[in-house]
């Protein structure tokens, strides 16, 4: 009975001890849970706290530019994160500053025509004699005239930026689009062009860009009609296309030239400004809205590439496309 009970006392004294030795253990893992849990919260939950803080301070302040924490130098996840949040705020405000100003650009060139009515009519109503409402009523057709393409033109723009923007990207074969759209503006057999329109040079094989071939032919069409427009009568506007290295690599490059006055030295950049128009000779006000070339460089500079005008040496006017050739550019 007595070594039973020796035996008993042993077996509690050896469970004592070893309750006691992991009494460290115990306190060491209940300090590291500690300590991980505070290390998960500064540097997880409250920096996609203060991510989060600060998009829904965005969606309810109508700011357009958002303040997030400095997590640039992260290479995790977090950081990833933060940076998408960023681009993607900076291009959302981008597209309502754009937003912002074409709406004022817009409304400025509405004003004009609007006023010339307004004038006009007030005018003819003051008018002694036929002949003078009759004048006053033909400067209201012009400006009405002169509205309904701006109106059209800016639908168009719209249009074409949503095309460009969700439309899927693919192999344009350039040579292939470019000599096709110079044959639609050949005349009807046996009529002769005012303002001949050709494809210069030997259709290059291989010429291919990613992008939409939609978007990208209403770019040259606003060239070629753009360089019809400043071509005098029996002139010619020639297109050309070549593959050439650049900077980055091999790029297309495309070509549009007219025989017209060419382009003031310091209207060169300028002509690609929204609503911008220089008026050919003996053209009539208000015949073209200005978004021609706004429009190209728009589309173009969306499919990675960059246009420029220059003057050409024997007179006459330079447009020039510049676009990654598909080889080198990933979709």
Partial sequence: MGAVTIESADVER????????????????????????????????????????????????GMTRLSLPDVSKRKDEIGALGHSLEA?????????DANERFAADVSHEIKNPLASIQSAV???????NPEQQAQMLAI?????????????????????????????????????????LTRAYAPPPGERAPVAIAFRGARPEGAFVIGQAGPLGQVFRNLIDNARSFSAEGGEVFVSLAIARGKDGQMVRAVVED?????????????FERFYTQRP?????????????????????????????????????RLV???????????
Avoid: C, Y
């Avoid at 109106?151 to 949503?162: G, K, L, M």
């Fill in 14 to 61: 050896i469970l004592v001890a070893e309750r006691a030795s992991m009494i460290p253990f115990m306190l060491g893992a209940t300090v590291a849970i500690f300590l991980s849990s505070l290390l998960l919260a500064l540097f997880i939950a409250h920096p996609i706290r203060r991510l989060a803080t600060a998009a829904d301070s965005l969606r309810l302040s």
């Fill in 88 to 96: 993607m705020t900076n291009a959302l405000a981008d597209r309502i």
């Fill in 122 to 128: 007030a005018s003819a109503r003051a008018a002694p």
């Fill in 140 to 180: 209201v057709a012009q400006d009405v005239q002169r509205l309904d393409r701006l109106v059209t033109d800016i639908a168009r723009a719209s249009r074409i930026e949503t095309e460009t923007a969700r439309g899927d990207l693919d192999k344009v074969d350039l040579g292939n689009l470019l000599f096709e």
């Fill in 259 to 271: 025989s017209g006055p060419g382009i003031p030295p310091e209207n060169l950049e300028t002509i």
């Fill in 281 to 317: 000779k003996g053209a009539a006000f208000g015949g073209n809205s200005g978004l021609g070339l706004s429009i190209a460089r728009q589309i173009i500079t969306a499919h990675g590439g960059r246009i420029f005008a220059e003057n050409r040496e024997e007179g006459g006017a």
């Fill in 321 to 331: 496309v510049e676009l990654p050739l598909a080889a080198t550019t990933k979709p």
